[in-house]
């Protein structure tokens, strides 16, 4: 049996699927965080969030990596870790350093620092000369506007450190640009109370269909589990609306966006990770979009599990106590399966859902989780907006993104204004 450190954690399907692998594999776990009540209140009411079954939880300032260090020195001490782990991005470096300070398994400090922020990796893979978009970091709106004009529109503004989508928009001119930098300048902290870096990356607009390359890189060879597909909605935002795994794609393309990926992890020196690396296949060729070194969200992993049986959870699990993770593909039933979300276009409270009865039992359903009536509702411009999903899959080939997108237009929201 190990003994894991989870260094905080989202509170979406991942905050259950790591605690499940830890579990599933017979180790144990303890919790730190800076906030207890973050995870009491994202539980359904009368029951427990998965985390807290920790063995053991603490408590300290998870946003001061200088004091956590020292801590987390004298908590194994005391309890004794053999891996550390998180699967929220904001709390990656944080985890990294743990582990390096601790002289347990983990990806380079560095490394994990410059893959979670964006600037750092554009500026990384440029050097390397894997071909990306044409970019500028600004740290100012005179430069801003600037750059913009020197790079072209129609462009995206991204922030280098948020996660989920957030205020990253497509802009087309620059009173476009102008409302896309003032609203990202009035969000100077993020939801863990972290203050943002304030610089904005812009980067040329990559035309063609995106995907993720999920891998898992151990000692120091990379392993591609495969290539998921993405729809993206909510211009001037972009929203995912759904995955497919795995993707319809030519295997010229599949091929080509698995070694882009692999030659940015290796460009970023990334090993001891799983990881989930977004991609343009624009017509001149793949083109990174961001490297994430963790699992991917939005129930990716599941698809993943429910097509291959490769748990990317649990494989998480493994790499963080330096051990072989198990990638041998096994007959699931499936060949493909897929994910639609349940997007609100505006806002106000959610009365009720129309159209679920007729979505429950349908054939080649796998999930269906809807918002509760009374759930406040934003229309959405990230990826943190949705009213639920359905998840799909196929016996025969490449049609559960069909199924998903046909029960998820079934599903009406009905929202009341506010």
Not at 54 to 77: G, I, Y
Not at 199 to 221: Q, W
Not at 377 to 391: I, K, P, T, W
Request: glycine residues 10%; charged residues 25%.
């Amino acid at each position: 049996m190990a003994h894991l450190l989870m260094v905080e954690s989202w509170v979406g399907s991942m905050s259950r699927l790591l605690p499940r692998a830890i579990r599933e594999a017979g180790h144990e776990f303890t919790f730190l965080t800076r906030d207890l009540h973050h995870y009491l209140r994202s539980a359904p009411e009368g029951t427990a969030h998965p985390l807290l079954a920790a063995r053991h939880v603490l408590t300290a300032d998870t946003n001061d990596t200088e004091s956590l260090l020292p801590f987390a020195e004298r908590a194994h001490r005391a309890l004794g870790f053999d891996g550390v782990i998180t699967s929220c991005d904001y709390y990656l470096p944080a985890a990294a350093r743990i582990a390096g300070v601790l002289g347990l398994p983990g990806a380079d400090p560095e490394a994990v620092g410059n893959a979670c922020r964006k600037d750092a990796t554009r500026r990384i893979l440029d050097r390397a000369g894997i071909p990306g978009p044409r970019f500028a970091v600004c740290d100012d709106w005179a430069g801003t506007a600037e750059a913009a004009r020197d790079i072209g529109y129609p462009l995206v503004l991204k922030p280098v450190d948020l996660c989920a989508g957030m205020f990253v928009r497509r802009v087309d001119d620059e009173p476009a640009l102008a409302h896309a930098y003032r609203a990202l300048a009035g969000f100077p902290v993020n939801a863990r109370g972290q203050r943002r870096a304030p610089v904005v990356l812009l980067e040329e607009l990559l035309e063609g269909p995106e995907v993720s390359v999920e891998t898992v890189s151990c000692g120091g060879k990379t392993h591609v589990v495969g290539v998921t597909d993405k729809s993206v909605g909510g211009t001037p935002a972009f929203v995912e609306t759904g995955h497919m795994f795995p993707a319809a794609l030519p295997a010229a393309d599949a091929e080509a966006a698995e070694r882009t990926a692999v030659d940015a992890l290796e460009a970023l020196g990334l090993d001891a990770t799983v990881a989930h690396t977004e991609i343009k296949l624009t017509p001149g060729g793949p083109r990174p979009v961001e490297v994430n070194p963790r699992p991917a969200g939005n129930r990716i992993t599941e698809l993943v599990r429910r097509v291959t049986g490769i748990d990317l959870a649990a494989a998480c699990v493994d790499v963080a106590l330096g051990r072989e993770p198990d990638l041998r593909r096994r007959d699931t039933g499936l060949r493909s399966a897929a994910i639609g979300f349940l997007v609100p276009g505006s806002d106000g409270v959610l009365e009720a859902v129309d159209g679920a009865d007729s979505v429950r039992g349908a054939p080649g359903l796998l999930e269906l989780q809807l918002a509760e009536a009374g759930k406040t509702v934003r229309a959405a411009g990230s990826n943190n907006e949705y009213l639920g999903h359905v998840m799909t899959g196929d016996a025969d080939g490449p049609g559960a993104r069909d199924r998903a997108e046909a029960l998820l237009a079934r599903l009406r929201p009905r929202v009341a204004a506010r």
